[in-house]
């Protein structure tokens, strides 16, 4: 109502724009003054804001433009347009993967930040449960009741070896002079054969 006052210069029209009486209008005001300490109008003759009644109209609609892109930010953030996400991913699935994921995700929400944190599922997940993390790409991750998973794709496993090392492990012996770069083969062919992993991280199987 003051507001209204102080662009109208004029109780009368202030008070038709509230759907107030005019007697309602200058009592909110008065006890708007009283609150303040101050007198807010120069009431004789025509109507004029005090050098207090001015700054007052300055600091509301200061406010008013904080509501204003409060709401706004409230309804981005919502939306998911505003904010910050921290990943979790494996170096070489952040090297393969994500430089042209943020490219595109970046032009789509430039106001989300994405912070990247490198390394092993079994280390992300941990960051995951306590909050540290908010969501984790990741490879065979093992059940939690308290994490939801969602498939987003599958790997191929490729074990790389030469002619000589696979002939060693051969399951019925044949001539590999046949194979071709590039061939692939069936494991079920071979006796199990050494692999080096890091099993106190990997999850991989």
């Given at each position: 109502?003051?507001?209204?006052?102080?662009?109208?210069?004029?109780?009368?029209?202030?008070?038709?724009?509230?759907?107030?009486?005019?007697?309602?209008?200058?009592?909110?005001?008065?006890?708007?003054?009283?609150?303040?300490?101050?007198?807010?109008?120069?009431?004789?003759?025509?109507?004029?804001?005090?050098?207090?009644g001015k700054a007052l109209v300055s600091t509301l609609h200061q406010i008013q433009h904080l509501e204003e892109n409060l709401q706004?930010?409230?309804?981005?953030?919502?939306?998911?347009?505003?904010?910050?996400?921290?990943?979790?991913?494996?170096?070489?699935?952040?090297?393969?993967?994500?430089?042209?994921?943020?490219e595109r995700y970046h032009a789509a929400y430039p106001q989300v930040h994405i912070s990247i944190t490198l390394g092993d599922t079994?280390?992300?997940?941990?960051?995951?449960?306590?909050?540290?993390?908010?969501?984790?790409?990741?490879?065979?991750?093992?059940?939690?009741p308290f994490l939801e998973e969602l498939l987003i794709g599958r790997e191929k496993l490729m074990v790389v070896g030469t002619r000589?090392?696979?002939?060693?492990?051969?399951?019925?012996?044949?001539?590999?002079?046949?194979?071709?770069?590039?061939?692939?083969?069936?494991?079920?062919?071979?006796?199990?054969?050494?692999?080096?992993?890091?099993?106190?991280?990997?999850?991989?199987?």
């Amino acid at each position: 109502m003051f507001l209204l006052a102080a662009e109208e210069m004029n109780f009368t029209k202030a008070a038709r724009r509230a759907f107030v009486t005019q007697q309602c209008l200058s009592e909110h005001i008065q006890k708007l003054e009283k609150q303040l300490g101050t007198k807010l109008f120069q009431r004789g003759g025509r109507l004029q804001l005090t050098d207090t009644g001015k700054a007052l109209v300055s600091t509301l609609h200061q406010i008013q433009h904080l509501e204003e892109n409060l709401q706004q930010r409230i309804q981005e953030i919502e939306a998911g347009e505003i904010g910050e996400i921290r990943l979790g991913i494996s170096t070489t699935r952040a090297r393969l993967l994500l430089p042209r994921f943020l490219e595109r995700y970046h032009a789509a929400y430039p106001q989300v930040h994405i912070s990247i944190t490198l390394g092993d599922t079994v280390h992300h997940l941990q960051l995951l449960k306590t909050q540290k993390l908010d969501l984790v790409l990741g490879l065979d991750a093992p059940p939690d009741p308290f994490l939801e998973e969602l498939l987003i794709g599958r790997e191929k496993l490729m074990v790389v070896g030469t002619r000589s090392f696979f002939s060693r492990y051969s399951r019925k012996n044949k001539d590999l002079s046949s194979w071709k770069t590039g061939d692939t083969l069936a494991l079920e062919e071979f006796t199990p054969f050494p692999l080096i992993g890091n099993r106190e991280h990997s999850t991989l199987l």
